[in-house]
């Protein structure tokens, strides 16, 4: 079957951090550039950050997360990652990992999300 | 405030034909391709157009996509009742050098 799930997720407090992890299935995971999106509840989507499929070399940040957060991916265990740090409450939302059909934002294949909160 | 702007609410009753737009300006939407996505209540985004026009396999053709200058379209004809749900639309934005998203259009089928 081809999948994505993400794990990680849970109850933080302001400055600390996490790592996001997104288990691929059932596809070439290196082949494909990964994405992490994220959404507060009740509220749209936000990007936060991309990699480039095979070596991952190429990397995009959104400016809310420029400098905290890192993306980067194992593709011999065929997972993406999201390490978090500095973490602030309005990083609190739910994480989608998702797969790129074409150029950096169709993604076609979507994970049911880890959330993430960050209270004190 | 998100970079491209849709309308908050459409509706529509079944079998009817109803559009969403999504208006950005010349760094997004003007020098960018748009991809559409149908979020239903308690589940993660579908994909429903991207580059534009372009279906991926499994979305039926009664949802189409357009694009004209700074701005996108998302058409859906003969409205279902399953078609309610949030959409939102996306591009490239070459001054940010990332993705952005619009705010989410809810539909409701009346």
């Known amino acids: 079957e081809v999948r994505l799930l993400e794990s990680g997720g849970g109850l933080l407090k302001p400055g600390g951090s996490l790592r996001l992890s997104c288990a691929a299935s059932g596809f070439t995971f290196s082949s494909y550039a990964m994405t992490w999106v994220r959404q507060v509840p009740g509220k749209g989507l936000e990007w936060v950050s991309s990699l480039s499929g095979s070596g991952g070399t190429t990397t995009y940040y959104a400016d809310s997360v420029k400098g905290r957060f890192i993306i980067s991916r194992e593709n011999s265990k065929k997972t993406l990652f999201l390490q978090m740090n500095t973490l602030r409450a309005e990083d609190t939302a739910v994480y989608y990992c998702?797969?790129?059909?074409?150029?950096?934002?169709?993604?076609?294949?979507w994970g049911q999300g880890t959330l993430v909160t960050v209270s004190s | 405030q998100p970079v491209l702007t849709q309308p908050p609410s459409a509706s529509g009753t079944p079998g009817q034909r109803v559009t969403i737009s999504c208006s950005g300006s010349?760094?997004?939407?003007?020098?960018?391709?748009v991809s559409w996505y149908q979020q239903l209540p308690g589940t993660a985004p579908k994909l429903l157009i991207y580059?534009?026009?372009q279906r991926p396999s499994g979305v039926p053709d009664r949802i189409s996509g357009s694009k004209s200058g700074t701005s996108a379209s998302l058409a859906i004809s003969g409205l279902q009742s399953e078609d309610e749900a949030d959409y939102y639309c996306?591009?490239?934005?070459?001054?940010?050098?990332?993705?952005?998203f619009g705010g989410g259009t809810k539909l409701t089928v009346l």
């Open positions: 998702a797969r790129s059909l074409s150029g950096w934002y169709s993604y076609d294949l």
């Open positions: 010349s760094s997004n939407i003007g020098s960018n391709t």
């Open positions: 580059s534009n026009n």
């Open positions: 996306a591009a490239w934005d070459d001054s940010l050098n990332g993705v952005v």
